[in-house]
């Protein structure tokens, strides 16, 4: 047996940086992973799929150059071999920056394989058992691969970033955040695409007038939509894809030569046999938390997507933050303090933070709305992108509750918004400040000086 002060399961978005801050507090740190170091958001996540994001734009742009005086020759072709190279560099080189800083820092010992529980504090890796008072579970999830697909050849977000020939024609099954983003990147880079969805809307969980613009950007590109379908379910192989379904009574085909599960995620907790540490889980497998991270073991803590506590990379990153707060700071950080916030990176993006309209009406929540469409900004008509609005929620005590920022630049101004909200400053400081012209962001003023009660 060999003993360590901590040891850290998973090397994403929680267990790195929190190895890196135990080991500078003197403690001797293990970290164990059995796949390439980073985890999800640095090999199949935000850095791979961002990249991808950046040159569906490219070829956006060459579509469109025209409609803003710009004549260029010749049909503009991906290619997607050289973009999963460009993608490749951009991941290794992340890669191998870890790896460099566990190398190099003496107070952590990183071993490669598979960890499981032999006890509350005992984790087996191989044929080694290893101990520590403090064990950080840091496992990520994966997608959710239903049994009716399992016949068919099937990609999920980590498989069809290994690509190296477009799909003629890709369908997705899930049209939520991974299917929409994969949905419009493929159409631009010129597969045909079809987004098959359960529901009547797509990512069901935003306002219904959210939905449909995002859709309708999409759609514009050319992205096709099946949606409020039953019994979903896929065969055959790579080149020859059926899916069918029901819709409106009636049985449907579709065929395609390649199919992407985009269906949702579940955590990677039933590979830890945390029954040996009697460690809680709820029905989905999440690991349950207290409001820092800690399970039912004192001691053991689990971040990022395996709580079930966010599925993002920013959350996991502020996962370690409340856990290193908790044992370094005076615990001054807590999960219930943060604001949920979230961006989907469709072209035109989406920014989100706090609730929605239909959660904070819901709630029976007294609200007024800012409300400003983007073809009524002048700098996004002067950049020739018009799609989207922005909504803001105040509440009766003047605070902002909810923002949803889609359209041209909407992932980054959303930042602000949320800024605002976290100091529990009154709107009217945003409402009278002076902002800079000419921006996108210049009108959020002027609407928050019209706001309207909703019912």
């Known amino acids: 047996m060999k003993k360590f002060d901590a040891i850290i399961i998973g090397s994403g978005q ?25 985890g999800t958001c640095v090999n ?17 742009d060459v579509f469109h150059a025209e409609e803003l005086g710009v004549s260029l020759s010749g049909k503009p072709k991906a290619d997607l071999q050289k973009i999963k190279q460009r993608k490749d560099g951009i991941v290794s080189e992340s890669v191998h920056g870890i790896e460099t800083g566990f190398r190099d820092n003496p107070n952590i010992t990183f071993v490669k394989g598979e960890a499981s529980f032999v006890s509350p ?20 999830a994966r997608a959710l691969v239903p049994e009716e697909y399992r016949e068919a050849d099937y990609l999920t977000n980590e498989s069809v970033l290994e690509l190296t020939e477009l799909p003629q024609h890709l369908l997705i099954i899930g049209g939520s955040y991974i299917g929409l983003e994969f949905g419009q990147l493929f159409k631009r880079f010129g597969s045909e695409v079809t987004i098959i969805e359960r529901s009547a809307q797509i990512i069901n969980r935003e306002d219904e007038d959210v939905s449909q613009s995002i859709r309708e950007s999409l759609e ?12 979903i379910a896929a065969s055959g192989k790579t ?3 059926q899916v069918t379904y029901e819709q409106d009574g009636k049985a449907h085909t579709v065929s395609g030569t390649h199919l992407l599960l985009a269906i ?19 029905k989905r497998g999440y690991i349950r938390v207290n409001d820092y991270c800690e399970t039912n073991v004192e001691g053991v803590f689990a971040l990022g997507d395996c709580n079930g506590k966010g599925a993002f990379t920013h959350t996991a990153y502020n996962d370690f933050e409340v856990v ?53 900004i002048r700098r996004a008509v002067e950049k020739g992108e018009t799609k989207g609005f922005i909504r803001m929620l105040v509440n009766d005590r003047d605070q902002l509750i909810g923002a949803a920022v889609l359209g041209v630049g909407g992932d980054e101004i959303i930042s602000g918004i949320l800024n605002l909200m976290v100091s529990d400053i009154p709107y009217t400081a945003l409402r009278d400040t002076m902002v800079l012209h000419p921006t996108v962001s210049e009108l959020i003023p002027t609407a928050l000086g019209k706001l309207k009660e909703i019912n």
Request: aromatic fraction near 8%; proline fraction near 4%; charged fraction near 25%.
């Open 324 to 376: 290193a707060s908790y044992l370094f700071e005076g615990k001054k950080r807590k999960i219930s303090d943060r604001i949920m916030t979230y961006g989907l990176f469709v072209d035109p993006p989406l920014g989100r933070a706090g609730m929605t309209k239909k959660e904070a009406l819901e709630k029976g929540l007294k609200v007024r709305e800012a409300y400003i469409e983007m073809k009524q």
């Open 14 to 38: 929680a267990g790195t940086p929190l190895a890196f801050r135990l080991a500078d507090e003197g403690m001797q740190v293990l970290m164990v992973e059995k796949n390439t170091v980073g």
């Open 220 to 231: 514009s590109d050319g992205v096709k939509f099946l949606t409020n379908v039953q019994n």
């Open 44 to 60: 199949s996540g935000c850095t791979p799929t961002k990249t991808y994001v950046a040159s569906a734009r490219r070829m956006w």
């Open 239 to 241: 080149g020859e894809i």
């Open 264 to 282: 949702g995620r579940v955590p990677n907790t039933d590979l830890l046999n945390l029954e040996a540490a009697t460690i809680a889980t709820d």
């Open 121 to 140: 504090y005992e984790i087996k890796v191989s044929d080694t058992i290893y101990t520590a008072p403090k064990i950080f579970i840091n496992v990520g």
